[in-house]
């Protein structure tokens, strides 16, 4: 196995260990699990997203999205409601309080993030964005995540 790759991929395992609850003293998101704020995430920059939807964007089944989705209408975050162009779908839409969650766990990580790279030079930023965008884009290439 070349060496580099091998390097490559202990990398992003350690990362997301650190992005991980470990991060934030065992927790991810506030109240929310993982899949439950990537699910949050998605239903806040989709109009009218379905649950399928949901499940093909986390690669994940429809009932385990359904699952999902219902932990976060519990929580308040999210409600189904019929689609306003085809009624016999069932949509999910985020409430004021999901707003404000995806809003205030965006702002936590990118303090963090930024905390971690604040002697970096512009350039310096630049250039990890731009490593992690192809990292995301080839796994999306290889059909592991769906694009939002």
């Known amino acids: 196995m070349n060496n580099t790759i091998s390097d490559i991929y202990n990398l992003i395992q350690e990362l997301s260990w650190y992005f991980g609850n470990q991060g934030f003293d065992g927790e991810c998101c506030g109240d929310l699990s993982l899949v439950e704020f990537m699910a949050l995430k998605n239903v806040h920059i989709v109009d009218d997203i379905t649950i399928q939807e ?35 779908v069932c949509c999910v839409t985020i409430t004021g309080k999901g707003k404000d969650a995806i809003t205030n ?8 993030v930024g905390e971690m790279l604040i002697d970096y030079e512009p350039d310096a930023l630049d250039n990890v964005k731009n490593v992690l965008s192809a990292l995301v884009i080839s796994v999306r290439k290889q059909g592991f995540i769906k694009p939002i």
């Open 105 to 112: 766990i965006e702002e936590r990580y990118s303090d963090y």
């Open 54 to 88: 949901i499940g093909n964007a986390l690669n994940i089944t429809k009932s385990g999205a359904s699952k999902v989705i219902d932990r976060l209408e519990n929580k308040g975050y999210v409600f189904r409601e019929q689609s306003s162009t085809d009624g016999r």
